[in-house]
């Protein structure tokens, strides 16, 4: 009998005391995510600055060469996580990226400003820790130029250069590095770096070395980057 009773007042101490766990866990909004993945849908906005390195090809209508600027912009994202094992995992996502740059780079050409959409996006997800994120991304998209401005030269001999407006819209591919630090259970501040190509073409298919549309434009640069991350579902019962 006093075997019994010894094992019964354990179990009410054990049940007590788990309770009590989980009403702490509930006042302070800390759970299990500090310690699991954390699979759903998430929403990231990202601040960035991009410092940027353009090349253009010298050609007969255009002083080619290589400039520097900075591009300030943002990104949006949208990105579902997919538990592999442990606190590993992979995320798909699409979003998109905007970008107003310098009024006029070198003496070439003025970009204007570009977005890009829509973006797919694969990356490799695995926390850190109790409240931290590390996800790797790899992303491809269209880059739409609607105001590229060239600097073209004109043919009166008088060493002077005539506005002319093109539009374009080049694959553009962004490798990156995001680490994130949990503020509540589905809010996280996010920095991120990366570096990222857009891989431009002569327009007219470079037959030719004197109109504009077969100038040859190269832009690649690296990114800086400040956001949040929200965390709108969760799956699998979390």
């Not at 006029?104 to 400003?113: K, L, Q, R, T």
């Not at 008088?158 to 680490?179: G, K, M, R």
Request: aromatic content about 12%; some cysteine; proline content about 3%.
């Amino acid at each position: 009998m006093r075997g019994g009773r010894a094992r019964s007042l354990c179990v009410v101490l054990a049940t007590l005391f788990g309770l009590s766990l989980n009403g702490y866990a509930q006042d302070t909004g800390r759970v299990d995510f500090r310690t699991s993945f954390k699979p759903g849908h998430n929403l990231t906005l990202n601040l960035v600055v991009q410092q940027t390195s353009w090349k253009v090809s010298d050609t007969e209508s255009v002083s080619g060469g290589t400039s520097f600027s900075l591009a300030p912009g943002a990104q949006f994202r949208y990105s579902f996580h997919v538990n592999i094992v442990g606190n590993t995992g992979f995320a798909l996502g699409t979003g998109l990226s905007a970008f107003s740059h310098e009024d006029a780079v070198g003496e070439a050409f003025s970009p204007g400003w570009s977005v890009s959409f829509p973006s797919i996006s694969v990356g490799a997800v695995q926390n850190l820790g109790q409240d931290t994120r590390l996800t790797g991304f790899f992303e491809y998209a269209a880059t739409y130029f609607p105001k590229f401005v060239v600097f073209a030269k004109t043919n009166d001999g008088l060493n002077e250069t005539e506005e002319v407006a093109v539009s374009f819209a080049p694959d553009s591919l962004l490798t990156s590095l995001q680490i994130e630090q949990f503020l509540s259970r589905t809010l996280s501040v996010v920095l991120s770096g990366g570096y990222r190509k857009v891989f431009t073409y002569c327009l007219g298919g470079c037959g030719s070395q004197s109109f504009v549309n077969d100038i040859q434009f190269d832009q690649e640069g690296l990114l800086l980057g400040l956001g949040m991350n929200w965390k709108i579902s969760t799956v699998f019962g979390e």
